[in-house]
């Protein structure tokens, strides 16, 4: 009987099985049968089917994909951070991994992008409506990845994160506590997700879909409160111990200046574990 429940599962392939692919396929884990792709699969995480194939190069991927897939949720990052190592993660792998599936329907294709694809410095709100028109190839890249994923002939959906931080991502709370992160006053706003409401975030989208209804072509996946840089590191510098800044300090990112809306991320009855920058980096700093 249990073979026979397990058989009549959604089947879901994570392409790009890491750090953040890794734990959404770890939540969709217990109520699917999740298939994680990397170049090493020994590297997916417990209970997932692991599949070594490296997606800029089509001929690994050759008998290698799973049948009758459900939904595939295209999660990498570039190997090399100059404009190929983008062109290959976002654009030249999903179109390696859709010519692989040789016209197989699938339920639902999802992208994983970035709100890097915004340059809007003003201050502005942004959501999914908004012009996209990146300033610099990377966003550039990310940009032509999610046109590749909406033309791909299936039902598709983009989820834009903003930064994402964490237990794992803790280089922003570090500088700060170091002394090498000392952001102007105004500083530009700033947009996060901690990583375990990103992985939420994506598996709640997939679970809609699987459940048959509609989701949008596009999600931003962003907290509840952006926030001015400094502001951020005025509220670290008063709840732990860290050092006076260094004259070399950074001052901060290069993300333009805007707000992100998660209003429509909101609308699916999605809803954060940590809503704002306080509740993720307080659990960081009290975990130590």
Request: glycine letters at 8%.
């Amino acid at each position: 009987m249990a073979i026979t429940e397990r058989s009549k599962e959604p089947r879901i392939l994570v392409a790009g099985c890491g750090k953040l692919g890794g734990a959404i396929a770890s939540r969709l884990n217990t109520s699917a049968t999740v298939f994680g792709l990397r170049r090493n699969p020994a590297r997916v995480p417990e209970g997932i089917q692991g599949i070594g194939a490296d997606l800029t190069r089509p001929d690994t991927l050759t008998g290698r994909l799973p049948d009758n897939l459900d939904i595939i949720l295209y999660c990498l990052t570039p190997s090399s951070y100059d404009q190929q190592g983008y062109r290959d993660a976002y654009v030249t792998g999903l179109t390696n991994l859709l010519l692989a599936l040789n016209d197989r329907p699938l339920k639902h294709l999802f992208f994983v992008s970035s709100t890097s694809v915004y340059s809007q410095n003003d201050d502005s709100w942004v959501d999914e409506s908004s012009p996209t028109s990146p300033a610099r190839f990377s966003g550039e890249q990310i940009l032509a990845g999610e046109k590749t994923a909406l033309e791909s002939g299936h039902p598709a959906t983009i989820i834009r994160y903003s930064g994402i931080y964490g237990p794992s991502r803790r280089r922003f709370l570090e500088e700060v506590q170091e002394g090498r992160m000392n952001p102007a006053t105004p500083a530009p706003f700033s947009n996060r997700i901690h990583e375990e409401d990103a992985a939420d975030a994506a598996a709640h989208l997939v679970k809609v879909a699987l459940s048959g209804a509609t989701l949008e072509s596009c999600y931003i996946a962003s907290d509840c409160e952006p926030v001015r840089l400094d502001e951020v590191v005025d509220w670290v510098r008063q709840q732990t111990p860290c050092a006076e800044p260094q004259p070399d300090a950074r001052k901060g990112g290069r993300a333009g200046s805007k707000r992100c809306s998660n209003k429509r991320l909101l609308s699916t009855g999605f809803r954060f574990r940590y809503p704002d920058y306080r509740a993720g980096y307080r659990a960081m700093i009290d975990q130590g």
